[in-house]
């Protein structure tokens, strides 16, 4: 890359960056941090339970949000160390105020940060991965901060199969790539990740809530665990 292409490359990656940032921090400001909490939770949930985390055991959330998973993490076991990386500073301070764990720590930066490095017996991340400049690299980086036998799982709603979302990138505001499921698988392989498994994570649908049926009964979340 010459160096007048490189410093475009950089001068868009940054503003990629900015613009999501300036979403997040506003997302953590207005309440839909929590929101996302309760929404995610119960997929969420299911995914971190995947990574099969345990004492002494150092876990990572990729795009932390609120920290609630970071939280999950602590509670594991006193000896756990769990980090939580975001982007939006706005949504540190949040998850540092919601949390009061000794054992979880909370960093702003954009991954990979050299403020949160490596190895990892688990690594999470949930709603996160489309929305990075350089989704190749950051899967590199990813599997070069796993401890040999580590677990990474990613979950998003954000893909190809789920026509629902297409429309988000125009509805926020905030740049996302759309790959489908099989684009995701060959990513992680790419990377280096033995045992890839792909699943869609749904909700059960229940009439009586009062609730409307949607993408989330029958399409689902996509979570991808690969392996090192």
Not at 45 to 56: K, V, W
Not at 133 to 152: M, N, Q, S, T
Not at 195 to 207: G, I, S, Y
Request: charged share 25%.
């Amino acid at each position: 890359m010459s160096g007048g292409a490189k410093t475009r490359y950089t001068r868009a990656v940054s503003k990629h960056l900015d613009t999501v940032k300036a979403v997040f921090d506003h997302w953590a400001q207005n309440g839909r941090a929590d929101g996302m909490e309760r929404g995610h939770t119960p997929v969420a949930r299911r995914a971190f339970d995947r990574l099969e985390l345990a004492a002494g055991q150092r876990y990572l959330d990729i795009g932390c949000g609120n920290g609630y998973t970071v939280r999950w993490a602590a509670a594991v076991d006193p000896s756990v160390d769990a980090n939580g990386l975001d982007l939006a500073p706005e949504m540190i301070d949040l998850a540092k105020r919601k949390t009061d764990a000794g054992n979880a720590r909370f960093v702003a930066g954009a991954f990979p940060s050299p403020d949160v490095a490596g190895p990892f017996d688990a690594v999470f991340s949930m709603e996160v991965f489309y929305y990075l400049p350089d989704i190749d690299a950051a899967l590199a980086a990813v599997y070069e901060a796993l401890a040999p036998g580590g677990r990474f799982v990613s979950t998003i709603d954000f893909y190809g199969e789920n026509a629902a979302s297409h429309s988000w990138p125009e509805d926020t505001g905030a740049p996302m790539t759309l790959w489908s499921e099989a684009q995701w698988q060959e990513a992680f392989e790419r990377a280096g990740f033995g045992e890839v498994e792909q699943t869609r994570l749904t909700q059960t649908f229940d009439p009586a809530a009062g609730a409307e049926r949607s993408w989330i009964h029958d399409v689902g979340s996509l979570m991808t665990l690969g392996r090192r």
